[in-house]
C-alpha cells in the first residue's frame, strides 16, 4: 500500500518524505483505512480547511491523526467508500466533495455521513483569500458542489499519446528581436478598454435585445437574396469592372441568342443536391434573375478553384445543353477593406485560451488550473477565453449538484481571483454551453456578480483593444467549412479557408450550417455576424491543429484547444507600437510575436 500511497499524493502534486510515507503507512493500519485514495483524499481535504493547504508532515499527521481518524472511530469508525474510485480515475478535483471550508465548519459530518453527501448538495461557505489561493493549488475551485469522478473507462484525453510536454512552444511568428526580447508579462499595470464594434441600432447583442426563432422563411430567402446581390456585384467589380460587365455575356439574359458554346458569366449561391459536403458531381448553383431552375455545375474544365455551400461566386463557362453550367473559371475574390492602422501607444501583451476546458469524462478541470497557474506567473494585459465552459453535451454534466449558472459563477470568480484587476477579461459565448442561448449569432453570457475588468462578450464579436481591432468567434467555422467544401488545386487549405471568411464578409458564411445541431438565426446573422473590415488580430478557435498566419494582413491564430487528446494548447502574443529597428510605419510582421504553447 506504500507504493499506491505514494502514487495518490504524486497526483496530488506532494512529495512525500520517506517518514511522512512511514507515518501514513502506519496510521492506515492503525485506524483501518485500507484504500490509499480514501486516506489521501481525507488529508488532502483536512489540509486545506485547518492547515491552508499545506504539504504532509509528521506533525500535521498528528493533528491529522487526532481531529480526523480518532474522531471518526469514536463515532462508529472507518466506512468504505460507497462508490469505487480507482487510483487511475482519481483527479485532484475530487476534494470538492469536502468543499473550501472555514475553520469552524463540521468537515468530520463529510468524511461520517456519506449518504447525505451523495444526495443533497454542499455549498460551502466564501473562503479567506489565503484558502483560495491553496485550494487553487490543490485544483479543487472549478468542480462542482458534491460532484466525485467515477471510475469509468479512461477518456481519449487520457489515454491518446500526448505530442511533446507542456511549456513547449509548438509554433511562432513574428519579429525576431521582439520574440527574444519578450518576457510574456505585462510590464505596466493597464486597464484595456474594450469597445464592441459588431453593433445593430448602436447596440451589441445581449440577452436584454434578443429576439430569435421567430423568422419566417419568405424572411430567410430575403437575407439570402439580398447577400448574394451585394457580394456579387462586388465580385463583379473586382473582376471584370463596369466596362468589362456591360461587355459580357450573362446567364440567364443571353442564353437564347448565343451558341451553346459560347462563354456566359453567371453570379450565384453554391448549393449541394443533398445538403451535405461537396464533391465535383454535387454542386449547384442559384444563378440571380431565376426562381425556379438550379445549374448543375460542372468543373472537368476548372483548373483550380474551391467552393461550399453558401458561397456567392461568380462563374465563367458555357451551357452546352440542359441546366447544366461547365465551369471553366471561378471567381471568388472581391475587394477587401484592409485592416485599420495600428494605433497602440505600448505594447500589450494578450493570453488566448480556447475551450473546452475539462476533459470530456469529468467535471474536474486540470487544464484550466494549469492555465491559470501560467497566468499567475505572467500576468498578461489580456486573457481571452472563448466557450465552452459548461458544454451542454458534456458527459458527467447530469451530475451536477448546482444549476448552471451558479457553477459557471463559481468558475468565473476562482478565475478573477487568480487574475486580479490590472488583467482585463474578456469571455466569448458559446451556444454549446448549457447556460447560454442555444442560437448563432450567441448573445453574451450574464453573471449577477460584476467584475469592473471583466467583458462578457457575444459570438462573434469585434471589438477595438487600445488601438487594435480584434475579431473573435468560438463557433468552428473552420473545421465547418473544410469539412464541406469541394477545392480543386486551390492552395493550401487554411489560407483559403480564412480567405472564404474574408472575401464573403461574414464569420459564418455557409449555407444550410455545417452542424447539423447548429440553431443558425438569419436575422441576427445579418445584423452581429458581418465582417465587413478586416480586423488586425482575428481569432478562430477550431479542432483543426492550432496555427498562426498572415492573410491578406490580418494575424489569424487558431490556438488550438485547451484541452485535446493530442496535449492542449494556448496562444500568447503581444503587440508594439513599433519593432526595435523599424523604420516604416508599424505593420503586422514587425509589430507583432506570437507563440503556441502546449499547456
Known amino acids: 500500500m506504500e507504493a499506491e500511497l505514494k502514487q495518490q499524493f504524486d497526483e496530488m502534486g506532494v512529495e512525500p518524505t520517506a517518514p511522512v510515507l512511514d507515518k501514513c503507512m502506519e496510521l492506515a493500519i492503525s485506524y483501518n483505512v485500507n484504500d490509499a485514495t480514501e486516506f489521501v483524499e481525507q488529508w488532502m481535504a483536512f489540509s486545506l480547511s485547518h492547515l491552508q493547504g499545506d504539504e504532509p508532515t509528521v506533525a500535521n499527521l498528528g493533528e491529522f491523526e487526532r481531529k480526523v481518524l480518532q474522531t471518526r472511530r469514536e463515532k462508529g469508525g472507518s466506512k468504505k467508500p460507497t462508490k469505487s474510485i480507482t487510483t487511475s480515475s482519481l483527479d485532484t478535483s475530487s476534494l470538492a466533495n469536502y468543499g473550501l471550508m472555514e475553520e469552524d465548519d463540521p468537515m468530520l459530518n463529510d468524511y461520517v455521513d456519506e449518504s447525505t453527501a451523495s444526495t443533497l448538495p454542499h455549498t460551502p461557505k466564501a473562503a ?64 484595456v478598454p474594450v469597445l464592441q464594434l459588431l453593433r445593430h441600432n448602436d447596440a451589441p447583442l445581449t440577452m436584454s435585445n434578443l429576439r430569435y426563432m421567430n423568422d419566417l422563411l419568405h424572411e430567410r430567402c430575403d437575407d439570402l437574396h439580398d447577400r448574394l446581390v451585394d457580394i456579387g456585384q462586388a465580385l463583379v467589380e473586382k473582376k471584370l469592372g463596369v466596362k468589362g460587365a456591360a461587355e459580357c455575356s450573362w446567364y440567364p439574359q443571353d442564353r437564347h441568342t448565343l451558341d451553346a458554346l459560347h462563354m456566359l458569366h453567371a453570379v450565384g449561391m453554391i448549393h449541394s443536391d443533398d445538403d451535405g459536403p461537396l464533391d465535383a458531381h454535387s454542386a449547384l448553383l442559384a444563378v440571380l434573375d431565376t426562381e425556379e431552375k438550379l445549374l448543375a455545375l460542372n468543373f472537368s474544365q476548372l483548373k483550380s478553384g474551391s467552393i461550399f455551400p453558401g458561397q456567392v461566386v461568380l462563374a465563367k463557362g458555357f451551357i452546352p445543353r440542359g441546366d447544366t453550367f461547365v465551369v471553366e473559371e471561378l471567381h471568388t475574390d472581391r475587394k477587401l477593406t484592409p485592416p485599420p492602422p495600428l494605433k497602440v501607444e505600448r505594447e500589450l501583451q494578450f493570453v488566448v485560451a ?113 488601438g487594435i481591432t480584434l475579431g473573435v468567434s468560438s463557433t468552428d467555422v473552420l473545421d465547418h467549412l473544410l469539412s464541406h467544401e469541394f477545392a480543386a488545386n486551390a492552395g493550401e487549405r487554411m489560407h483559403r479557408a480564412i480567405n ?13 450550417p455545417g452542424d447539423e445541431n447548429m440553431s443558425y438565426d438569419s436575422q441576427l446573422a445579418a445584423k452581429f455576424a458581418q465582417l465587413k473590415q478586416l480586423p488586425n488580430v482575428l481569432i478562430l478557435p477550431s479542432d483543426q491543429r492550432h496555427f498562426i498566419r498572415m492573410v491578406s494582413d490580418c494575424l489569424v491564430i487558431n490556438p488550438g484547444r485547451l484541452v485535446d487528446s493530442k496535449g492542449g494548447t494556448f496562444a500568447r502574443f503581444l503587440v508594439t507600437p513599433t519593432a526595435p529597428t523599424a523604420t516604416k510605419a508599424p505593420n503586422m510582421f514587425s509589430s507583432v510575436a506570437c507563440q503556441i504553447q502546449r499547456i
Not at 486540470?366 to 497557474?373: C, K, Q
Open 128 to 191: 479567506k483569500n489565503q484558502s483560495r489561493a491553496s485550494a487553487l493549488k490543490a485544483g479543487v475551485l472549478f468542480s462542482p458542489a458534491s460532484y466525485s469522478p467515477k471510475a469509468t473507462k479512461a477518456s481519449p484525453a487520457v489515454t491518446a499519446a500526448v505530442e511533446g510536454k507542456p511549456g513547449d512552444v509548438v509554433d511562432s511568428f513574428g519579429h525576431p528581436k521582439l520574440m527574444a526580447a519578450s518576457s510574456w508579462q505585462s510590464q505596466v499595470q493597464h486597464t
Open 354 to 466: 480556447a475551450g473546452p476546458y475539462t476533459n470530456s469524462t469529468d467535471m474536474c478541470y486540470e487544464r484550466l488550473h494549469e492555465l491559470l497557474n501560467y497566468l499567475r506567473e505572467h500576468r498578461p494585459d489580456v486573457l481571452l477565453l472563448t466557450g465552452p465552459f459548461v458544454e451542454a453535451e458534456h458527459k458527467a454534466i447530469n451530475e451536477l449538484a448546482e444549476t448552471f449558472d451558479a457553477f459557471f459563477e463559481k468558475m468565473i470568480a476562482g478565475i478573477m481571483d487568480v487574475v486580479g484587476s490590472s488583467t482585463s477579461v474578456l469571455l466569448i459565448s458559446s451556444q454549446k454551453d448549457a447556460m447560454a442561448a442555444a442560437v448563432y449569432p450567441t448573445p453574451a453570457y450574464t453573471l449577477r456578480k460584476t467584475y469592473p475588468n471583466l467583458q462578457l462578450l457575444a459570438d462573434p464579436s469585434l471589438i477595438d483593444l487600445d
Open 500 to 512: 472564404h471568411l474574408f472575401h464573403q464578409g461574414s464569420f459564418y458564411p455557409l449555407c444550410p
